[in-house]
């Protein structure tokens, strides 16, 4: 299957500071979602992403398909963002599939 | 919007017992999927529906069966529980022709 890979595993930010999560995927995608999986274990969808650029609020994604990453960025992060962030992936070639990345932990301290 | 409904949300099973997970997908979505997320674990793929048929399996047990039923619910049957089974199980459903996936709350299983 698809090998997906996020960068960095663990990351502890002080409330009001920026951060740049990676996710690199093995193969061509039709599908990626960037995930934040609250302390209750829901997992809220942040974006459908398979290329280009989107924001929302303090939020924004790109992906870049031809080169096989997405970058999710926080700004003026709080301590609300913590939690896990996920990159899943559906491969082209099976749309069936999902590939979860094993996920960045997020803590934003007051 | 309606979302992906999955009942129940909580349930605490003992060893060797029987449990069964439903899930409600939204309305006019005809593909369902499960996952299985272990503490400290990212989900992985258990199996998948499309229009009632299975569609792909992932690393599901023997012991795991699903079907998807005519008003395109899903229910995932779990016999023999281990203790390795505790855990949270999402499903999700999309619409044949989009890819986004959209994700029900999960239910959390103990097995004890």
């Known amino acids: 299957g698809i090998q997906v890979e996020q960068s960095p595993p663990d990351l502890i930010l002080q409330e009001g500071a920026n951060s740049t999560l990676r996710c690199n995927f093995s193969?061509?995608?039709?599908?990626l979602q960037w995930f934040h999986q609250n302390p209750w274990g829901q997992l809220i969808n942040l974006f459908y992403?398979?290329?280009g650029t989107k924001q929302n609020g303090r939020l924004s994604a790109t992906t870049v398909a031809t080169e096989r990453y997405s970058l999710l960025y926080i700004s003026s992060s709080q301590t609300t963002d913590s939690g896990v962030y996920f990159c899943a992936v559906g491969p082209t070639y099976n749309f069936n599939k999902f590939y979860f990345g094993s996920g960045t932990k997020l803590n934003v301290k007051p | 919007a309606a979302g992906v409904i999955q009942s129940p949300r909580h349930l605490i099973k003992e060893k060797r017992e029987t449990a069964t997970l439903k899930c409600y997908p939204i309305?006019?979505?005809?593909?369902v999927y499960w996952y299985q997320q272990g503490p400290g674990q990212d989900p992985q793929f258990l199996i998948s529906?499309?229009?009632?048929?299975?569609?792909d399996k992932g690393s599901i047990p023997d012991r795991f069966s699903a079907q998807q039923f005519s008003d395109y619910h899903s229910e995932l049957n779990m016999s023999s529980l281990e203790l390795g089974d505790s855990a949270l199980y999402f499903c999700a459903s999309r619409l044949t022709g989009l890819s986004e996936q959209y994700f029900g709350p999960g239910t959390r299983l103990t097995v004890t």
């Open positions: 309305p006019r979505h005809d593909t």
């Open positions: 992403i398979p290329s």
């Open positions: 529906f499309y229009e009632k048929m299975q569609s």
């Open positions: 193969d061509s995608v039709n599908n």
